[in-house]
């Protein structure tokens, strides 16, 4: 008997601690998934406070609180669902910014005669071109071509000129790296959309590739010589470059390096250009490294602990997102949030408070958030730029 009662307590006891380390467990898990869905639920977080906001900004305390109301309300507004749909911005995608520079062109007067053979040049981009050099980057240098009416942008890598120039002997190519380039350019030749500079072709032999001619240079052209884009232009570029970002994410795609200088603007219109897909491939037939553009990286390409992040939650295309809201935040401060200073709370915190426009400030500090997943999709981002481009209009 006393054998029995000895079994039947060590029963209980023992049933005792699966119940409780079962409860813990269980409780552990809905603390994870709260946690986590309250990530995606309330994406917004409220934005940092000042702690003396009427030493630092010469606030009153009133003025002070209608502030903090004021951006509550906004984050309110912006957490809210979305029931904005995509046909309702695509006006915008053709519309034109204000106030551009003239005068992109060449970088000298001097023009020469190319003679592409079939060997070299695309179908359809054979013959004979009047050229001149629109000037060198740091992977690749492109030449504006015309005949007849026709203008268009031959770029080949940086060192290899003489494909174009036609100066010396023709150098010789790795057949493997020409293919690989020749198949990258074939599936971004074959995308539509307003606000992606297009790609007319790819040489199966040398490493060159035809474009459009964006007739108003890059915006990194633009800025240089003394554009001024307003609070409305800046945010329909957004909306532009993002709607870009979000057709190729909806294929399976990464643009990779979202910069000014990768940005084109045709007609007004702002377009998407230079993948960094094919600017790697590009380099295995350059003299020059890839070169990461200081300024615009993200906390990815610094960090690989955030690099295996992303790419676990299978947020790789992120990337966009974050270069993206670097590209606006120098347009609106004349600065950006480097991947390295990403970390640095006090350095993000300074840079954003300069952002005047309180919903464009949140927008963009979810866009420069450390973590891949606490960014937008480029949908939502489109959608939450409307938003304010609305709210501009009724100004």
């Known amino acids: 008997m006393d054998v029995f009662i000895i079994y039947l307590i060590s029963g209980v006891i023992s049933a005792l ?41 010469g606030i009153t305390s009133g003025e002070s609180k209608l502030l903090l109301e004021s951006t509550r309300n906004v984050i309110r507004k912006l957490s809210s669902p979305l029931i904005i749909g ?43 071109w009047e050229c001149c050099l629109l000037g060198c980057g740091g992977l690749s240098c492109a030449y504006l071509c015309s005949r007849g009416d026709e203008k268009i942008v031959f770029k080949v890598p940086r060192g290899l000129e003489s494909i174009i120039e036609e100066i010396g002997e023709m150098p010789t190519i ?3 790296a020409a293919e690989r380039t020749k198949r990258e350019a074939e599936i971004v030749a074959k995308l539509e959309h307003p606000n992606i500079l297009r790609l007319l072709g790819a040489s199966e032999n040398v490493p060159l590739l035809v474009y459009e001619y964006a007739d108003n240079g890059t915006l990194y052209w633009q800025l240089k010589n003394g554009w001024k884009p307003s609070l ?28 000014p200088g990768n940005i084109y603007i ?21 003299i020059r490294e890839i070169p990461y553009t ?43 949030i ?3 200073e990403a970390v640095n709370e006090k350095i993000v915190r300074e840079r954003l408070e300069k952002i005047q426009n309180n919903e464009l400030r949140i927008i963009i500090e979810r866009m420069l958030a450390l973590e891949p997943e606490r960014r937008p999709s480029a949908e939502e981002l489109v959608k939450l730029l409307y938003e ?8």
Request: charge should be positive; glycine fraction near 10%; aromatic fraction near 8%.
């Open 17 to 57: 601690l699966i119940l409780f380390s079962a409860i813990t467990s269980r409780r552990k898990a809905i603390k994870e998934i709260k946690k986590h869905l309250s990530m995606q639920e309330a994406p917004f977080k409220e934005p940092y406070k000042q702690s003396t906001p009427s030493t630092v900004s």
């Open 86 to 128: 995509l046909d309702e911005i695509s006006s915008l995608r053709t519309r034109t910014l204000r106030g551009l520079v003239s005068g992109y062109g060449c970088v000298d007067s001097r023009t020469f005669k190319a003679n592409l053979s079939r060997l070299v040049a695309p179908s359809g981009f054979e013959g004979s």
């Open 174 to 176: 790795h057949m493997g």
């Open 232 to 259: 409305r232009d800046i945010v329909l570029l957004g909306i532009q470059l993002g709607d870009a970002l979000r057709y190729i994410h909806s294929r399976g795609m990464i643009h990779g390096d979202v910069k």
């Open 266 to 286: 045709k007609g007004g219109v702002s377009k998407l250009g230079d993948f960094s897909s094919i600017a790697k491939l590009i380099t295995l037939t350059s």
């Open 294 to 336: 200081i300024g615009y990286r993200t906390p990815e390409q610094v960090y690989s602990e955030i690099a295996k992040r992303a790419k676990e939650f299978g947020l790789e295309n992120r990337i966009d997102i974050y270069q993206l809201g670097n590209t606006l935040l120098y347009l609106l401060i004349g600065e950006t």
């Open 338 to 340: 480097d991947g390295e």
């Open 388 to 395: 304010v481009w609305n709210s501009l209009s009724e100004k």
